[in-house]
């Protein structure tokens, strides 16, 4: 099983302010194959990236996502009031797919 | 555009079978292309993947479940469905079902809303 790790565990940053959160595989994960989520309280994950560095249809051009191997980064170039939340990066392209521990951005 | 929504017992008695329900709109289970599956997440904590089931009805679970989960298809409602024997206080979570397409490889594109279950007597 691909064990995700995500650091920082929480980011306190203020709106308009860069996020850079990690997310490290414990064995290589195919690019194609990672994905970035956004949940915020009450909802259900949104996805954000796929295949590591694809936006997702809707998704805002200041989230960018980069890596490879076993090192992926999501990054928001300027955080809006509306992009504190969790945000988790999974694997699907080995069984099982697993999800990371989460990263929480919030307002400091 | 798909559309996810789950359904079921909001309240399971420990040692009883959780049974969930997801209900597809907008696109159909047996076109083809996608894995339908299961998520859950306890209060407070992460996203854990139960499984999956493809078009031809294959199936795949976490090894960590495999032994008590079961997810299946009825393709004439437009269905899948999950099930969890011998539940305990550890499987209370809010249980979420998605789609997870083939080709492109998107990820869990589309979920549903999350359906709250409490095991408890």
């Known amino acids: 099983e691909i064990v995700l790790t995500q650091s920082p565990g929480t980011l306190s940053l203020s709106p308009g302010e860069r996020a850079t959160l990690s997310c490290r595989a414990s064995q290589s994960v195919s690019s194609t194959y990672l994905a970035w989520y956004q949940q915020t309280p009450g909802q259900a994950p949104r996805l954000l990236i796929y295949g590591a560095s694809s936006r997702a249809t809707g998704i805002p051009d200041r989230f960018s996502g980069s890596g490879s191997g076993t090192d992926f980064t999501l990054t928001i170039s300027r955080l809006e009031p509306e992009d504190f939340a969790v945000y988790y990066c999974?694997?699907?392209?080995?069984?099982?797919?697993?999800f990371g521990p989460g990263t929480k951005v919030d307002i400091k | 555009q798909v559309q996810l929504q789950e359904s079921g017992p909001g309240l399971v008695k420990p040692s009883q079978t959780l049974s969930l329900t997801c209900t597809v709109s907008g696109g159909s289970i047996s076109s083809g292309g996608y894995y339908w599956s299961w998520i859950r997440q306890p209060a407070g904590k992460g996203l854990e993947w139960i499984g999956h089931i493809y078009t031809s009805g294959s199936t795949n679970y976490n090894p960590s479940l495999k032994s008590r989960v079961t997810i299946s298809a009825d393709t004439s409602n437009n269905q899948f469905s999950l099930r969890v024997t011998s539940v305990t206080a550890a499987d209370t979570a809010v249980y979420y079902c998605a789609s997870c397409p083939l080709w492109p490889p998107y990820g869990l594109d589309v979920w549903g809303q999350g359906t709250t279950v409490t095991v408890s007597s």
């Open positions: 999974q694997q699907y392209g080995s069984l099982p797919f697993t």
